[in-house]
């Protein structure tokens, strides 16, 4: 039993429209996890620098150009519009560790979320040169 060739051309375009997707969201997925692998580095680059600090050491951290309502007690310096708090070198390490488990974990659903799509996509070429090998033959 063969597949007529209308039916044929319709399935092979569904299948090569879905590897299509699947490539350009494996492209996607790849930045995504070379951003997340960025901003881990600079993480542990902070990290190594406040570590070098005295652990008494008073240190600023940026919160934008945002509006922000601070407690009396917290120190604010402003330089071209944007905003900083100081706080200790022990608090800005624990809120940078907690930013880093929090990076890893997108890491790892990104790599999970990268090996599927990868899979849909060898299935998906997989599909089309079986098409293209049995030449619509049952």
Same mark, same amino acid.
């Given at each position: =039993?063969? %597949?007529?060739?209308?039916?044929? /051309?319709?399935?092979?375009?569904? %299948?090569? /429209? $879905? +590897?299509? /997707?699947?490539?350009? *969201? %494996? @492209?996607?997925? #790849? @930045? *995504? %996890? +070379? &951003? $997340?692998?960025?901003?881990?580095? =600079?993480? /542990? !680059?902070?990290? @190594?620098?406040?570590? +070098? !600090?005295?652990?008494?050491? $008073?240190?600023?951290?940026?919160?934008? #150009? =945002?509006?922000?309502?601070?407690?009396?007690?917290?120190?604010?310096?402003?330089?071209? &519009?944007?905003?900083?708090? =100081?706080?200790?070198?022990?608090?800005? $390490?624990?809120?940078?560790?907690? *930013?880093? #488990?929090?990076?890893?974990?997108?890491?790892?659903? !990104?790599?999970?979320?990268?090996?599927?799509?990868?899979?849909?996509?060898?299935?998906?070429? &997989?599909?089309?040169? *079986?098409?293209?090998?049995?030449?619509?033959? &049952?």
């Amino acid at each position: =039993m063969s %597949i007529p060739n209308e039916a044929l /051309q319709k399935l092979l375009e569904e %299948i090569e /429209q $879905k +590897a299509a /997707q699947s490539n350009q *969201q %494996i @492209a996607i997925v #790849k @930045a *995504q %996890i +070379a &951003g $997340k692998n960025r901003e881990n580095r =600079m993480i /542990q !680059l902070t990290t @190594a620098e406040l570590s +070098a !600090l005295p652990e008494n050491t $008073k240190v600023y951290e940026g919160v934008g #150009k =945002m509006s922000v309502t601070l407690r009396l007690s917290l120190s604010v310096a402003t330089h071209l &519009g944007f905003r900083f708090v =100081m706080g200790s070198t022990k608090d800005t $390490k624990d809120k940078l560790s907690s *930013q880093s #488990k929090e990076i890893k974990s997108d890491i790892s659903d !990104l790599e999970k979320k990268l090996h599927y799509l990868e899979t849909t996509s060898k299935n998906s070429r &997989g599909h089309i040169e *079986q098409l293209l090998r049995s030449g619509g033959r &049952g």
